[in-house]
């Protein structure tokens, strides 16, 4: 089974830039979510969709940040304008749904703003 | 609000060494899941074992073992005969009933693990 594809890994840009992250989820997989792990920090997570509804966006910054999922499979997570304090790492996860489930999380895009 | 506090930030033992990483959760649902996962060098999150609130059964899965205490708050991690492959951040993580899913986590801060031979 293939896991969480995201892209790019790694993303150098300067600050007031834009700049865009893609998420495939695990077929099949109902919510997906975007966590940013600052470094030497545990994930903290931005957004949660349903399907393609959002669940919960109440830690998204969203003067900046702004996020979509189509047709309830991929999504994509942007940035814009790019401030140094995003420099983090974004993970993208996917979970069936139920309670009684596991997230599984992408290999992560590393953000550096400079 | 749920809080998870992992106040070991970084272990090192030597190969074969057993090791306790600590977590310590907060929160006010009587029904929530509790999580450890593992972050290698390659920046994945793997997910090692899910824990819900009703089951505080200890749980031995080869070279892991898991200590679940409700009347402390506290859900430890222990490597038994630790190898250099162990080597990684450990995140405890909590998931309250009240989220509708098991998987809106918050994590800890994470404990790094480095196994020297």
């Known amino acids: 089974e293939a896991g969480v594809a995201q892209s790019p890994r790694y993303k150098i840009i300067e600050k007031r830039q834009s700049v865009a992250f893609w998420c495939n989820p695990i077929s099949g997989h109902a919510t997906l979510y975007w966590y940013q792990q600052i470094l030497g920090q545990g994930p903290k997570l931005l957004i949660q969709?349903?399907?393609?509804?959002?669940?919960?966006d109440s830690q998204l910054p969203k003067d900046r940040f702004s996020a979509e999922r189509l047709k309830g499979v991929d999504s994509t997570l942007k940035i814009q304008p790019a401030k140094l304090e995003d420099s983090a790492v974004y993970l993208c996860?996917?979970?069936?749904?139920?309670?009684?489930?596991?997230?599984?999380f992408g290999q992560g895009t590393r953000l550096t703003v400079v | 609000a749920q809080k998870v506090t992992q106040a070991q930030t970084e272990i090192s033992v030597v190969e074969k060494e057993d090791v306790t990483l600590d977590c310590v959760y907060e929160?006010?649902?009587?029904?929530?899941?509790l999580f450890w996962y593992k972050q290698p060098p390659s920046g994945e999150l793997v997910f090692l074992i899910r824990r819900n609130s009703f089951d505080e059964q200890n749980e031995i899965s080869g070279r892991y073992s898991w200590n679940f205490q409700k009347s402390t708050s506290s859900f430890n991690f222990t490597i038994t005969a630790s190898q250099v492959v162990d080597s990684a951040v450990y995140f405890c993580a909590l998931s309250e009933a009240g989220t509708g899913t098991a998987s809106k986590l918050t994590f800890g801060t994470g404990t790094r693990l480095q196994v020297t031979l």
């Open positions: 996860a996917s979970s069936p749904l139920g309670w009684n489930t596991e997230a599984f």
């Open positions: 969709f349903q399907n393609n509804g959002v669940v919960d």
């Open positions: 929160t006010r649902d009587t029904t929530y899941y």
